[in-house]
């Protein structure tokens, strides 16, 4: 990239922070992951996705996402919208142990466009106690940026996960035009509390590497975590949008490598992790959707958000151009075990 692009590039940036308004138009064609899939039965169930319903159920082994209700869906039929195609029914897949719904165009709906998360079994089949769901009381953007910010967990989330004592800590940034990586590394940092008891650690520090990979559209969070000495920390992290001003945090901790009982109690420190965000984020939810005339003053730590909002604004530009199309960049499906670091040493 020339210096003359690099600069326009900044200054665009700095223009999109500045008009940054979030959950103004909701990004179209993604797959949304919106329940885990064990709680989908032949009994109708239904979610909120961008305040619509999906009635989710299963019949004779086939699932199924509609507009109406099972009992209605045959004469409300003529009131279906354009997010089915007319039919009442939005495209549906099961994989890693969640249900995904189509969110757009149904005609745009293809299977390679669903995130790929290495760090989980493809068919699902984890058991029920890891996974759970928390509601976060702010948009689902202001939640994925309180996500990017890796540094917070060192002041939101001490107690659990520590303090920011360090030899050395660098903060790395990628993207494509939908995805986007952030590593965080760290030699000789203090040892995580939970770390300690999880995985019986006598060390009083650690070397850490922190990996998320955020697939924009969808708003999931594949996050993986090395921890030498310690064990690898599998997390996916779904910040389903339900309302402009909620959403439902669906998550999966794959905690087979802790040892009994951490590898069952593990898992319940997410409860305790999303109830600290919500309290921090909750005092910002109404703020967050205004558009201020000020500078938005930030760190070397906000590069992830703000090419968050840099990529949410480009794919929302060509959206509102009728072009819902994915770049070549997008880096949407194939193996992302490389990206998340699960076969490197810290």
Not at 52 to 78: C, D
Not at 316 to 338: A, M, V
Request: proline letters at 6%; glycine letters at 4%.
């Amino acid at each position: 990239m020339s210096v003359t692009q690099m600069q326009s590039r900044e200054s665009t940036e700095r223009k999109i922070l500045r008009d940054w308004v979030p959950g103004r138009t909701p990004m179209r064609d993604a797959w949304i992951p919106i329940a885990h899939a064990a709680h989908v039965t032949a009994q109708p169930t239904w979610r909120p996705l961008h305040s619509l319903r999906y009635y989710l159920w299963r019949e004779q082994g086939s699932l199924h996402a509609a507009e109406f209700h099972p009992r209605e869906l045959a004469v409300r039929r003529a009131e279906a919208s354009v997010f089915t195609g007319g039919t009442g029914l939005y495209p549906v897949a099961e994989r890693y142990g969640m249900i995904w719904v189509w969110y757009g165009n149904p005609e745009n709906a293809r299977e390679s466009l669903l995130p790929n998360l290495p760090h989980l079994p493809i068919d699902g089949g984890l058991p029920a106690y890891m996974r759970g769901q928390t509601r976060i009381n702010s948009c689902a953007e202001l939640t994925m940026e309180n996500l990017m910010d890796l540094t917070h967990t060192d002041f939101v989330h001490a107690d659990l996960l520590g303090d920011p004592i360090a030899d050395s800590d660098v903060v790395t940034v990628d993207s494509t035009s939908e995805t986007i990586t952030m590593v965080r590394t760290c030699h000789n940092k203090a040892v995580a509390p939970l770390m300690q008891k999880a995985a019986g650690i006598k060390a009083t520090t650690q070397n850490v590497r922190f990996t998320i990979h955020i697939y924009v559209r969808s708003h999931v969070a594949a996050i993986f975590s090395r921890f030498e000495p310690g064990l690898d920390v599998r997390l996916l992290h779904c910040s389903t949008p339900e309302t402009r001003d909620s959403n439902r945090v669906n998550f999966i901790q794959n905690t087979e490598s802790a040892k009994r009982p951490w590898r069952y109690v593990f898992p319940l420190a997410s409860y305790k992790i999303g109830a600290q965000d919500d309290y921090v984020l909750r005092p910002q939810a109404a703020r967050y959707h205004e558009a201020i005339d000020r500078r938005d003053l930030h760190s070397r730590f906000d590069t992830a958000s703000v090419r968050y909002r840099f990529l949410v604004e480009q794919i929302l530009e060509r959206q509102s151009r009728g072009d819902y199309s994915y770049e070549s960049d997008d880096l949407i499906s194939g193996d992302k075990s490389d990206i998340l670091g699960m076969h490197r040493p810290v």
